[in-house]
């Protein structure tokens, strides 16, 4: 009657979505948006603003001054561009005299976002901050910042969780990450999806919110909800 979907790649899935459209199934976008107007609803992260107040953070803790550097998962999902861009933007337009000196892409996949991470590491000795854009990335960060000796000299902050990063901030090697509402956004989709069969009208884009943690809230209950391991 209904579909909720989470695309991998926001342009691939359009072929998929107007099947769904001719056979009149209503879809609900899932966490991740696609580039059509077919989904009656999506029920996702702000992400361009969550990655705007990591941005924010990064300034803060690194004294709004030097070089920082971005891994993200991906150019082809809704999440790996928004995450960029919030957090990319946000720098340029708040933070003039913090300098984003790379950004890259490792899919997610942890051993080549710690390649990517060494690599640059190596190639600026004045980097100040890594952001981490999903959980894969940042495992990256957090190993390569490891692996160069460079663990407690460098400002990490990450996206979602999982219990390496968990562990990390917890220990006080990772500043803090950003997390999703991913009991929110499930929660949403469905009854979105609910409604669409009803016959009601629906927002194009429903916000789930996001939430900034650190050690000094990540055992609060309303946050631990919200982590996974």
Not at 136 to 151: I, L
Request: charged letters at 25%.
């Amino acid at each position: 009657a209904a579909i909720c979907f989470a695309a991998l790649d926001s342009k691939a899935a359009i072929p998929l979505l107007q099947k769904a459209k001719d056979a009149n199934i209503p879809v609900v976008g899932f966490d991740s948006g696609v580039d059509s107007d077919i989904p009656v609803a999506t029920a996702a992260t702000d992400n361009i603003a969550a990655a705007a107040l990591a941005a924010d953070k990064m300034a803060e803790l690194i004294g709004d001054s030097g070089e920082v550097a971005i891994i993200a998962h991906d150019q082809t999902s809704r999440t790996g561009i928004d995450r960029v861009k919030g957090f990319t933007d946000q720098i340029t337009a708040k933070h003039p005299n913090v300098k984003i000196v790379d950004t890259q892409y490792g899919a997610g996949d942890p051993q080549k976002s710690t390649d990517i991470a060494k690599a640059v590491i190596a190639a600026h000795p004045n980097l100040k901050g890594y952001f981490g854009a999903n959980e894969g990335s940042m495992k990256g960060v957090m190993n390569g910042a490891k692996e160069s000796g460079r663990e407690g000299k460098l400002v990490m902050i990450g996206y979602d969780s999982g219990k390496q990063l968990i562990d990390e901030i917890k220990s006080g090697v990772v500043a803090g990450a950003i997390t999703q509402d991913p009991i929110g956004i499930g929660y949403k989709c469905v009854e979105s999806a609910i409604k669409a069969v009803k016959g009601e009208t629906l927002p194009k884009f429903i916000d789930t919110g996001y939430h900034w943690y650190d050690k000094t809230n990540i055992d609060d209950p309303a946050i631990a909800a919200l982590l996974y391991q």
